[in-house]
């Protein structure tokens, strides 16, 4: 279901202040990773925006892809450097810390200034990471298309590389010893704070968040966690442990019919955990075609497109058809963050079935509810599901790292700081970038 925007001073370094606006993107080719060839899976067929397996047993997800290294920027500034498919450790840059300054991009109303401020020096239980990638969440294009009120550093879903080490941390959450060189994932959220929401950016401490050279996690009590993971596929974990949290609150069980509304980021993760939990059928409503073709590759049994099927009254149908004797599903997730989603949702719920709300992390409004009609008579069951925490992050790493799913495939385009309002225009508009769908925009602070 795609998301309401497709209907709807201290320590300051000025040594550089970089603008660009809406009205002033560099109109240069952009350079994708390019996806292989998507192939459906044996036993699909499509038919008027609804793809549906031949049958309802789990199928695999196809052969496990291998995503090209990323291609080295030409004149449109494209991609990154390309990068090793895994590794641990990269050498930590030299030099005294304090005499560096790093580039940070910070937003305020639909617009995004590059500063650059100086480096910290981690305190002895605090951690500075050098960025690989950050990804752009649909949570922070909903606030940029409601203005960013004063100023913000933004980036929440990040990988990156220990660039200094406060003396007293020695280990990650889970016990693995840590040096400078590893590559980390860290939890934005704190019981103190958040990173990736970082208001009065020009004070310190600054690199609050991922939109920028450095993130330093200056809350001792931040989650981080060493991976061997290549960044495409590590920088995946946070919306990743949105979809644990999802499906743990969805209560699925062996055999469960699941429908999944929205084939975003949100969207496809649940899918995989719904799938990892026991779902026998799993119906995905969203678009545009080429999320639904990943998704199908990720074991989606039947897609429905919204852009084929425009009445929601006709995809209830198709989907109702395609449950036990169209008596509906037994979980259905919200992931598309569209409050029209949430009564269609509702009505693809089966009486006594459970509706999962996941897409509503920025308030979008309200929508005419009638709970004796959609709730009371139906016995339908309401969950919520507010990001993640720490036990998601613990629970769903190891998932992550087996990389039984096209992980690598949800980051379809990797672009450099100074073309994150290109991320942001994309996302808001017909979600493609030099004629390819996007899934997952990450910016790279090495793609320039």
């Known amino acids: 279901m795609r998301a309401a925007h497709s209907a709807m001073s201290s320590?300051?370094?000025?040594?550089?202040?970089?603008?660009?606006?809406?009205?002033d993107r560099s109109s240069?080719?952009?350079?994708?990773?390019?996806?292989?060839?998507?192939?459906?899976?044996?036993?699909?067929?499509?038919?008027?925006?609804?793809?549906?397996?031949?049958?309802?047993?789990?199928?695999?997800?196809?052969?496990?892809?291998?995503?090209?290294?990323?291609?080295?920027?030409?004149?449109?500034?494209?991609?990154?450097?390309?990068?090793?498919?895994?590794?641990?450790?990269?050498?930590?840059?030299?030099?005294?810390?304090?005499?560096?300054?790093?580039?940070?991009?910070v937003a305020h109303g639909q617009d995004f200034d590059i500063r650059e401020y100086p480096v910290p020096?981690?305190?002895?239980?605090?951690?500075?990471?050098?960025?690989?990638?950050?990804?752009?969440?649909?949570?922070?294009?909903?606030?940029?298309?409601?203005?960013?009120?004063?100023?913000?550093?933004?980036?929440?879903?990040?990988?990156?590389?220990?660039?200094?080490?406060?003396?007293?941390?020695?280990?990650?959450?889970?016990?693995?010893?840590?040096k400078e060189g590893d590559r980390i994932i860290f939890a934005p959220g704190t019981p103190n704070g958040a990173y990736g929401f970082q208001s009065d950016p020009d004070t310190a401490p600054h690199f609050g968040g991922g939109f920028a050279d450095y993130i330093h996690l200056y809350r001792p009590d931040t989650l981080f966690i060493k991976t061997d993971l290549a960044p495409e596929i590590a920088v995946m974990i946070e919306p990743f442990t949105v979809g644990v949290h999802a499906s743990m609150r969805?209560?699925?069980?062996?055999?469960?019919?699941?429908?999944?509304?929205?084939?975003?980021?949100i969207g496809l993760v649940t899918l995989m955990c719904a799938k990892i939990s026991g779902a026998a059928k799993i119906i995905v409503v969203g678009g545009p075609a080429g999320r639904l073709e990943l998704a199908e590759r990720m074991g989606a049994d039947v897609t429905v497109d919204i852009e084929d099927i425009t009445s929601a009254d006709e995809r209830t149908e198709i989907v109702r058809s395609h449950t036990p004797r169209a008596a509906g599903a037994d979980v259905v997730f919200e992931c598309a963050g569209f409050l029209p989603a949430i009564p269609e949702g509702l009505g693809y719920t089966k009486y006594g079935g459970t509706f999962t709300e996941v897409g509503q992390f920025v308030d979008m409004g309200s929508f005419d509810f009638n709970p004796n009609r959609m709730l009371m008579r139906r016995n339908v069951t309401v969950e919520a599901v507010w990001g993640s925490t720490y036990e998601h992050f613990?629970?769903?790493?190891?998932?992550?790292?087996?990389?039984?799913?096209?992980?690598?495939d949800m980051v379809s385009h990797v672009l450099p700081l100074s073309r994150l309002a290109e991320g942001f225009d994309a996302l808001n508009g017909d979600y493609r970038l030099t004629g390819e769908t996007v899934v997952k925009i990450a910016v790279g602070a090495g793609a320039e």
């Open 250 to 265: 969805g209560g699925i069980q062996i055999g469960d019919t699941v429908v999944v509304q929205g084939s975003g980021a």
């Open 11 to 23: 320590g300051v370094c000025a040594a550089r202040n970089s603008r660009f606006t809406n009205a």
């Open 28 to 105: 240069a080719e952009i350079r994708c990773v390019e996806f292989s060839a998507m192939l459906l899976p044996s036993g699909v067929r499509r038919a008027r925006g609804v793809c549906v397996r031949e049958t309802t047993l789990q199928q695999p997800h196809g052969a496990r892809h291998l995503t090209p290294p990323w291609h080295v920027c030409g004149t449109g500034g494209g991609l990154v450097r390309s990068m090793p498919r895994s590794h641990t450790s990269v050498p930590p840059r030299k030099g005294a810390l304090m005499s560096r300054t790093g580039r940070a991009v």
């Open 121 to 178: 020096d981690p305190d002895p239980n605090t951690v500075l990471v050098r960025q690989e990638l950050a990804g752009i969440c649909g949570t922070d294009l909903h606030m940029w298309q409601n203005g960013i009120p004063g100023e913000m550093l933004l980036g929440h879903e990040n990988v990156g590389i220990i660039d200094k080490l406060g003396k007293d941390v020695t280990v990650d959450h889970v016990g693995n010893a840590v």
């Open 394 to 408: 613990v629970r769903g790493m190891p998932i992550l790292e087996r990389n039984e799913f096209p992980f690598a």
